[in-house]
């Protein structure tokens, strides 16, 4: 099976709750910022994809509550965006993907 990198961009409006399309069993790299201000994450995934599945991800600030989750289910580290379009950091982004424990 051959693997590829892609880009999967947030919507612009951060911070908030985002579920992105992505093929099944894709492998999350990391999130970032591009310079015109576009947050993605970018995941490897199989070349040829046969399934996709909906993963949830949070965005917040730093110093901002990430609400409780009820159940079997937890917030995950994916990385931290840098938001530097302004020259300085303006806003830290802080990337988590909703799982279910055991994943």
Known sequence: ???VVHKF???N???EEQI???PVGAVILCAKMKEDGEAAIWALVDENPTAYEGRTFIIVGTGHVIKEREGNVWVKY???ILDDRNGTYTYV???FEVVTHGK
Request: aromatic residues 12%.
């Open 13 to 15: 409006e951060l911070p």
């Open 20 to 22: 992105i399309t992505m």
């Open 78 to 80: 994916v990385d931290t």
């Open 93 to 95: 982004w802080h990337v």
């Open 9 to 11: 961009p947030f919507s």
């Open 1 to 3: 099976m051959a693997v």
